[in-house]
Nanobody, 124 residues
């Protein structure tokens, strides 16, 4: 029984910060690549950040580099997404996803488990 639960979303002004949390149960995330995806109204879901299982290497899409940071705390079986310098275009529902079989990638079909999502709103 695997469950991923995102939390930490909310309303923030442009330039502000949020920290999203992905808490896992029924699975040990040490063995998984974990990614954050987002989906805004009228747009397809896109991967924005990923952390590998092998060496904790991190990967980001160009639009979030330098602003978003993914990390994991294995003792808590949790992955985080620190979001700084937020822009209105960052507003979306953010999902965490876990992939046991491969390295980080941006294709949603690669991932075995998904959370329910948490809403991030960026507005003045």
């Amino acid at each position: 029984q695997v469950q991923l639960v995102e939390s930490g979303g909310g309303l923030v002004q442009p330039g502000g910060s949020l920290r999203l949390t992905c808490a896992a149960s029924g699975v040990t995330l040490d063995y998984y690549a974990v990614a954050w995806f987002r989906q805004a109204p009228g747009k397809e879901r896109e991967g924005v950040a990923c952390i590998s299982s092998s060496d904790d290497s991190t990967f980001y899409v160009d639009s979030v580099k330098g602003r978003l940071t993914i990390s994991r705390d294995n003792a808590k079986n949790t992955v985080y997404l620190q979001m700084n310098s937020l822009k209105p275009e960052d507003a979306a529902v953010y999902y965490c996803a876990a992939d046991i079989f491969g390295p980080c990638g941006w294709e949603s079909s690669e991932f075995d488990y998904w959370g329910q999502g948490t809403q991030v709103t960026v507005s003045s």
